[in-house]
Structure formats: C-alpha cells, structure tokens
C-alpha cells in the first residue's frame, strides 16, 4: 500500500522508522515545510492526494489548520485517511465521517486516544456483540505524571511539569493536558466510538489540574487518597454524561496505583462488565506503532471508521454525582459545605452539571480554586 505522510515531528519520525520494516506498505511522501533531509520529502501537500497510487494519507502534523484542509482534501480524492490528531477529529467528527463515507475512503485515529494502546479497536471489537454502557480512565500521560511525581516524589507541580515536557509527553501548549482539554478529546472519541453517538466538544466540561498545590497532595495522603485526573463517560437509556475531572481515589485501588506517565483506561459492558487497558499513552513510538497498525489493518482489508452513522445527543450531566473537595477562598462554598478536610471544604453530594455551575461563578473571584471529585 502505497502512504504519503504529513508531518515530521515527534510522532512521524517513528512512524518513518518503524515503517520502513513492513514489506506491504511504502512511504512515498513525507510533506514537512522544514528541509528535513529523507528522499521521500516534500513541501507540495497536493502530492499526496493527486498521486493516483497513492492509497492512504497519515496525518501527524497536529493542530487544526492546515490539518484540517488537507485531511479532507485527501478525503475528497478518496483517500483513506489515518491520523493521531483528536483535536482534528473530535472537533470535526461527523463532517470526516460523512466525508469518508461518501468517498468510499476508510478513517481509522487508533492513536488519538490511548497512544499506544489499541483502545478504540478493542472498543470497536466489543461493541459488536454487546453494549458498552462506560469508560473512564486515565487518558494523558502528562497529568498523571505530574500527579503521580507530586505524590510519590515529592516533586513541585511546575517540576514535573517540565520533566513531563523535557520528556516528550506534554503537548505543545501544555495548557492542553493540565486543563483537561486533551482528555476531553479523547473521552469525546471514546464515548462516541462506544454509544455510537456525537457529543458536542463544547459541552463537555473539564475541572484541569492547573491550580492544585503540594498541600492539596498533602490532604489527600494524609487521608489515603490519591488525585488522579480522569475522563468519565455513562449512557443511561438516551442519556450521556461526560466530563473530565480530577478524582480522589483510595491508595490502594487499581488507577490510584498508575505510575509515571502510564494511562489505564476502562470501559463497562453489559455481558462482560469492566475490562482495562494499561500501556504507555503517549510518546513516539507507542503513539507511531498505532498508526502503523491502523495503516496494517487498511492494507488487510479494514475499510471503516470504529462504528456506524452517529446520532447527535446533548450532555446530559446532571445524572452523575459526586461529593467534592473543594479549595476555594470564595464564600461560595459555603452553600454546599458538608465538612471541612483542612482549610479545603468538602461538598454534600452533587450532580457534575451542578458542581460545574459551581466552579464557573467562583472562578472569576477566586482563580485559584481547585475541585475533585471524591471517587
Ligand atoms: N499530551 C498527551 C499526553 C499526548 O500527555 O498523554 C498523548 O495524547
């Protein structure tokens, strides 16, 4: 199968490596505006789409724009498309899948979520056979870093953040893992893969990491509990909740145990109950191997996205409930109060939806609050 590739980045050099072993597929371009010194370079995006032999496009550039022109320009010429880019895709979820069905081209983003972990083919398998009714999880390595340094280390969060940058996890702005935006991407993909729905990105609500201090961590240890930042779905009947949130877990529990920048991710079936996969979820070649899988399974035959024409639904938050810790200087609180862990208040049991209210009219008087939810 012949592959012409944008982007030569983290990502694209190891999908060029480890490609380079696999007799069935040939990279014929790789479109980087950088002199990037490799034969198959090109700074012509329309080679891609306007060579005839050319099967299918990978797309690792990252960002919105001009990822976004040239993934469908490459959908239009009836390309197959593979990409690890969730922005792109979670963003313009229906209008790529329409794409992609009426040009008869395949579109797989195996990578988008999960890195290396098969994640949406295994919830691709599943669901075939019996409803998938959640998933939550760890789904971003930077945040998990940080809080997992931050608990076990000792490490400030500014320290780990930049060891997680240094490291290669962190995107590019890291504002998009510690505020929760990358994870609400791959919740998004996730719960649309597994409810055969589409879920509006700007719905979905996310409590980030941004503002949790060395005392908040100090807390949560000296009551056994481990902050963990997680993405959460659940259909119940026509309804999905959704939101990404940083959850206090008992120490000993499964997620609570995820070290460095490991990601766990679960989904819940009917039949089957839970089942978790663990892995590395982001870096080159984790990330990289995924992409060529997805380019294997094209070159065997698959020629579909994960699931089938989508109904739009609306977050329906209110259905999901927790009790909060919540930091915060702002006299807010007191509305909701049930305890006090320290100088932080614990909430009385509230809806997400609630709790969300909550956190956006106390923002703006105290920037530097901080929820979780107590899992
Ligand atoms: N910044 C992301 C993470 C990269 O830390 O998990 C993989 O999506």
Not at 93 to 122: K, N, S
Not at 306 to 313: E, K, L, M, P, T
Not at 360 to 373: G, Q, R, T
Request: hydrophobic share 40%; charged share 20%; aromatic share 8%.
């Amino acid at each position: 199968m012949v592959i012409g590739m944008m982007g030569f980045g983290t990502i694209g050099v190891g999908v060029y490596e480890l490609m380079r072993d696999q007799k069935d597929l040939e990279m014929r371009y790789v479109l980087d505006i950088r002199d990037i010194g490799i034969p198959e370079a090109t700074r012509r995006a329309e080679d891609l789409w306007e060579d005839p032999e050319v099967e299918t496009v990978i797309e690792v550039m990252g960002g919105l724009h001009p990822a976004y022109e040239f993934v469908t320009a490459a959908l239009r010429a009836g390309k197959n498309v593979v990409t690890a880019n969730k922005y792109l895709v979670a963003t313009y979820y229906d209008e790529l899948l329409a794409l992609a069905a009426e040009h008869g081209a395949a579109f797989r983003c195996t990578a988008a979520v999960g890195g290396g972990i098969g994640w949406l083919t295994a919830l691709e398998r599943v669901r075939r056979l019996e409803p998938v009714v959640a998933l939550e999880g760890i789904m971003n390595g930077t945040t998990n870093y940080i809080l997992a340094n931050m608990t076990q280390g000792g490490l400030s969060f500014e320290t780990a953040l930049s060891e997680a940058q240094a490291l290669g996890y962190a995107e590019a702005d890291p504002s998009a893992d510690i505020d929760g935006l990358d994870i609400m991407h791959k919740v998004l993909l996730s719960a649309n893969v597994a409810f055969d729905v589409s879920l509006p990105a700007g719905e979905i609500p996310t409590f980030g990491i941004r503002n949790v201090t060395d005392d908040d961590v100090w807390n949560f240890k000296s009551r056994g509990l481990v902050c963990k930042m997680l993405g959460n779905a659940r259909l119940e009947g026509e309804k999905v909740a959704v939101y990404v949130q940083p959850t206090l877990l008992p120490e000993l529990s499964l997620t609570a145990s995820v070290p460095a920048n490991f990601n766990l991710i679960t989904y819940e079936t009917e039949y089957t109950g839970r089942m978790s996969f663990y892995g590395q979820g982001a870096g080159r070649y984790p990330t990289a191997a995924n992409v060529v899988q997805d380019c294997l399974d094209l070159a065997g035959g698959v020629k579909s996205f994960y699931s089938g024409r989508a109904r739009r639904v609306p977050v329906s938050n209110e259905i999901a409930h927790y009790r909060y810790y919540l930091r915060t200087c702002s006299a807010k609180k007191d509305a909701v109060q049930e305890e006090q862990w320290g100088d932080a208040s614990v909430t009385r049991l509230m809806s997400v939806a609630e709790m969300k209210k909550l956190y956006d009219e106390i923002l703006p008087e105290d920037p530097k609050v901080f929820a979780a939810a107590i899992g």
